[in-house]
C-alpha cells in the first residue's frame, strides 16, 4: 500500500505540472490547446518508444486499448481548453468530477466493492466540485471544458484499471501515447505556431512531466484498485493550486477555496474509511 501511495503522490504532482507548462504555451505564447496537446502526445511518445518491446506493438489492435488511448486524448484536450480560459486551481476543481465517476464505474462495470460511507463521502466531494463550478451563477466556458475533461478522466482512469491485468503497463502508455498522436495529428497541422527556444521548452516539459506522471499512474493502479486509489487522486488539487500560485500568482475566490477544501476532505476520509475497513 505504501508504495502505490508514494508513486500516486508524485504522478499527481508531475501530470498538473505539465499541464501548467502547457498553459504557459497557450496563455503566454499563444499556442493553441490542440497542438499544446498534440506536441505533449509526439514527445511522450518518442521517448517511450525506445524503450517499448515489440509485443507492445500487437495491442494497437485491441478496441479496448483504442478506447481508452481515445478516453485520455479527450481529456487531455478538454482540460487544455479549460486551462487556456481558467486559474489552474478552477479547472482542477471542476475537472475532480473525475475521481468521482472513476468509483462509480469501478463498481458497476468492474465490479469493486463499495461501502455507504464511502458512497456519502463521495457524494459530499460532488458537492465541492459543485462549488467550483458554481452552474447556473458563475459557470464559465472553462469551466465547462474542465468537467468534460473529467468525465472523460475518470472513465479514462475505469479503463485503465479494467486493463491493468490484461496489457502491459508499458504497452497500456505507448499505447495511449501513440493513439493520441496520430488521433490529434491533423488538428495540429491545421494549427502549427512557429517554434521559438522558449515553445520547445515549454513542450519538452509538458510532454515528459506528464508522460512520467501516467507511468507512476499505471504502477499504482496494477498496485492497488481503482476505488482505493481514487482518493489520492485529489493530491492534484493541492499540487495545481500551490502551481497556480507559484507560476501564476493567482488564488482560488472564497467559494473555490471552500469547493477545494471539500474535495481534499472528503477524499482522503474515503480513504481511511477503506482502510479501517
Same mark, same amino acid.
Given at each position: 500500500?505504501?508504495?502505490?501511495?508514494l508513486l500516486?503522490?508524485?504522478?499527481?504532482?508531475?501530470?498538473?505540472?505539465?499541464?501548467?507548462?502547457? &498553459?504557459?504555451?497557450?496563455?503566454?505564447?499563444?499556442?493553441?490547446?490542440?497542438? @499544446?496537446?498534440?506536441?505533449?502526445?509526439?514527445?511522450?511518445?518518442?521517448?517511450?518508444?525506445?524503450?517499448?518491446?515489440?509485443?507492445?506493438?500487437?495491442?494497437?489492435?485491441?478496441?479496448?486499448?483504442?478506447?481508452?488511448?481515445?478516453?485520455i486524448t479527450?481529456?487531455?484536450?478538454?482540460?487544455?481548453?479549460?486551462?487556456?480560459?481558467?486559474?489552474?486551481?478552477?479547472?482542477?476543481?471542476?475537472?475532480?468530477?473525475?475521481?468521482?465517476?472513476?468509483?462509480?464505474?469501478? /463498481?458497476?462495470?468492474?465490479?469493486? &466493492?463499495?461501502?455507504?460511507?464511502?458512497?456519502?463521502?463521495? $457524494?459530499?466531494?460532488?458537492?465541492?466540485?459543485?462549488?467550483?463550478? &458554481? #452552474?447556473?451563477?458563475?459557470?464559465?466556458?472553462?469551466l465547462i471544458?474542465?468537467?468534460?475533461?473529467? $468525465?472523460?478522466?475518470?472513465?479514462? $482512469?475505469?479503463?485503465?484499471?479494467?486493463?491493468?491485468?490484461?496489457? #502491459? @503497463?508499458?504497452?497500456?502508455?505507448?499505447?495511449?501515447?501513440?493513439?493520441?498522436?496520430?488521433?490529434?495529428? #491533423?488538428?495540429?497541422?491545421?494549427?502549427?505556431?512557429?517554434?521559438?527556444?522558449?515553445?520547445?521548452?515549454?513542450?519538452?516539459?509538458?510532454?515528459?512531466?506528464?508522460?512520467?506522471?501516467?507511468?507512476?499512474?499505471?504502477? @499504482?493502479?496494477?498496485?492497488? #484498485?481503482?476505488?482505493?486509489? @481514487?482518493?489520492?487522486?485529489?493530491?492534484?488539487?493541492?499540487?495545481?493550486?500551490?502551481?497556480?500560485?507559484?507560476?501564476?500568482?493567482? $488564488?482560488?475566490?472564497?467559494?473555490?477555496?471552500?469547493?477545494? /477544501?471539500?474535495?481534499?476532505?472528503?477524499?482522503?476520509?474515503?480513504?481511511?474509511?477503506?482502510?479501517?475497513?
Open positions: 500500500m505504501t508504495r502505490a501511495v500516486m503522490l508524485v504522478a499527481m504532482t508531475l501530470i498538473p505540472s505539465g499541464d501548467a507548462a502547457a &498553459k504557459l504555451l497557450t496563455g503566454t505564447h499563444q499556442v493553441t490547446p490542440i497542438w @499544446a496537446a498534440w506536441i505533449r502526445f509526439v514527445i511522450g511518445t518518442a521517448v517511450v518508444l525506445p524503450l517499448t518491446p515489440i509485443s507492445a506493438w500487437r495491442f494497437l489492435a485491441d478496441w479496448r486499448v483504442i478506447l481508452r488511448a481515445s478516453l479527450g481529456g487531455i484536450c478538454c482540460i487544455l481548453m479549460g486551462l487556456a480560459r481558467e486559474p489552474m486551481a478552477n479547472v482542477f476543481g471542476a475537472f475532480f468530477i473525475g475521481p468521482i465517476l472513476t468509483y462509480v464505474l469501478s /463498481a458497476l462495470l468492474l465490479g469493486e &466493492k463499495i461501502s455507504f460511507g464511502r458512497s456519502v463521502l463521495l $457524494l459530499i466531494g460532488f458537492g465541492g466540485v459543485l462549488l467550483v463550478v &458554481k #452552474p447556473g451563477f458563475g459557470m464559465t466556458p472553462g471544458w474542465a468537467v468534460v475533461a473529467g $468525465l472523460f478522466y475518470g472513465s479514462y $482512469l475505469t479503463a485503465t484499471r479494467w486493463l491493468a491485468n490484461d496489457v #502491459p @503497463a508499458k504497452a497500456l502508455l505507448f499505447s495511449q501515447l501513440f493513439i493520441a498522436m496520430i488521433i490529434t495529428t #491533423p488538428f495540429a497541422v491545421l494549427n502549427s505556431p512557429t517554434i521559438t527556444f522558449e515553445i520547445a521548452g515549454l513542450s519538452a516539459l509538458s510532454g515528459l512531466f506528464s508522460m512520467f506522471g501516467n507511468l507512476l499512474l499505471l504502477f @499504482a493502479l496494477r498496485l492497488q #484498485p481503482g476505488t482505493r486509489m @481514487a482518493p489520492f487522486v485529489y493530491f492534484q488539487l493541492v499540487a495545481a493550486t500551490a502551481l497556480g500560485w507559484l507560476v501564476f500568482s493567482t $488564488l482560488p475566490d472564497t467559494l473555490t477555496w471552500i469547493g477545494l /477544501a471539500i474535495l481534499i476532505t472528503s477524499g482522503f476520509c474515503s480513504l481511511l474509511l477503506a482502510d479501517r475497513r
